[in-house]
């Protein structure tokens, strides 16, 4: 089959397309997927450089490879096996099951939860893995996962529509429910125009949440398509106050993938007893906390990264009950792979990019 094999950790130079990798192989209570589309995310391009290592304090720039220690580059903090076939987000078509797997999911259309749970223990998060990361992912024709990750879905979205939403819309609807964000309340969304955030924006008005937007100024009228009730445009040093101000007060959550300089800020701009809640660090995971704001507050910090499986099946249920729509960017082939990550790091587009297989 065609796939993308991440052959170590580096630049752009380090994914190499061939055709010759073979089929994954379906073990007992396994599915293998034929691949249509598959999302390009953060994680991708972070495993490849290595910037889960503690070692790098840089921003996710795509060149952390200079910094990465290799003994702990993955997300779970271990090191990672090459070559490895990225790619979570992952929609396509049933074509084989293995041994105790019911046969009429062959033929139809799913959805792949990326989260590797032990099938054993399922919310025991310790011994999770990530798909694209501890074991071959979406790059790829085909990609086996168990069957306990496979969802079938309905309805008249494409299948690069479906392809922006299991990695950052789990994510999102994660991050929201850690918070139990409810109708009228307020959340900030600092980066609100990428996949995540384009993301929180649409889940966190589901809910009935205000929703005050940061995005660049040249975003703007994309984000307020997405509903939020104001969108406010990023200065460097005058994000959280800009927001508070569009907000008309402090703010019941946050909802933070960008980390970096305006961390503080952020509890600074929680009314007492808010949630800041945190999946990513893009603008750099070294941040300042004073802890009088933390304590004296009663403010709450969660980090979001390994979900319950009904965050994914309320997922799901979102996307099958047209309350969601998706938001793409741009589309490549997996031969483009290359000018995919480049299109992604510039930071350009609204939504997710997806590779179409």
């Given amino acids: ?169 789990s994510t999102a609807e994660h991050m929201l429910q850690r918070v139990g964000l409810r109708s009228g309340e307020t959340v900030a969304v600092p980066g609100a125009s990428g996949g995540v955030g384009s993301a929180l924006v649409q889940l966190a008005r589901l809910r009935g949440a205000r929703v005050v937007a940061i995005t660049s100024a040249s975003k703007r009228d994309d984000v307020a398509a997405l509903g939020a009730h104001r969108i406010v445009a990023r200065q460097a040093g005058r994000v959280p106050e800009d927001a508070m101000e569009a907000n008309g007060g402090p703010f019941h959550a946050v909802a933070d993938v960008v980390g970096g300089p305006d961390f503080g800020g952020w509890l600074e701009a929680l009314r007492r007893g808010g949630h800041y809640v945190t999946s990513g660090a893009i603008a750099g995971p070294m941040v300042e906390l004073d802890l009088r704001t933390l304590y004296l507050k009663d403010l709450t910090l969660h980090g979001a990264t390994v979900y319950e499986p009904r965050v994914f099946s309320d997922l799901v249920g979102h996307i099958e009950g047209g309350r969601v729509r998706a938001v793409v960017g741009g589309v490549y082939r997996l031969e483009d792979i290359h000018t995919a990550q480049e299109a992604f790091l510039a930071k350009r587009h609204v939504g997710s990019l997806v590779i179409r297989v």
């Fill in 1 to 169: 089959m065609r796939a993308a094999l991440l052959l170590g950790v580096g630049g752009p130079e380090m994914l190499e397309v061939r055709d010759d990798v073979p089929v994954p192989e379906v073990a007992p209570g396994e599915a293998l997927v034929r691949v249509a589309a598959c999302g390009v995310n953060n994680t991708d391009i972070n495993t490849r450089v290595g910037w889960y290592s503690r070692s790098v304090t840089s921003a996710t720039t795509g060149s952390a490879h200079g910094e990465a220690d290799l003994h702990d580059a993955g997300w779970s903090r271990a090191g990672l096996a090459f070559p490895r076939i990225q790619g979570a987000d992952v929609v396509g078509t049933v074509t084989e099951v293995g041994t105790g797997v019911p046969g009429d999911l062959i033929g139809r259309r799913v959805l792949v939860d990326p989260w590797l749970r032990g099938g054993h223990h399922p919310g025991d998060s310790q011994s999770t893995g990530y798909l694209g990361s501890e074991r071959d992912g979406g790059f790829a024709e085909y990609c086996s996962v168990s069957s306990e990750n496979v969802h079938p879905v309905s309805g008249d979205l494409s299948d690069v529509e479906l392809a922006t939403f299991p990695c950052s819309w």
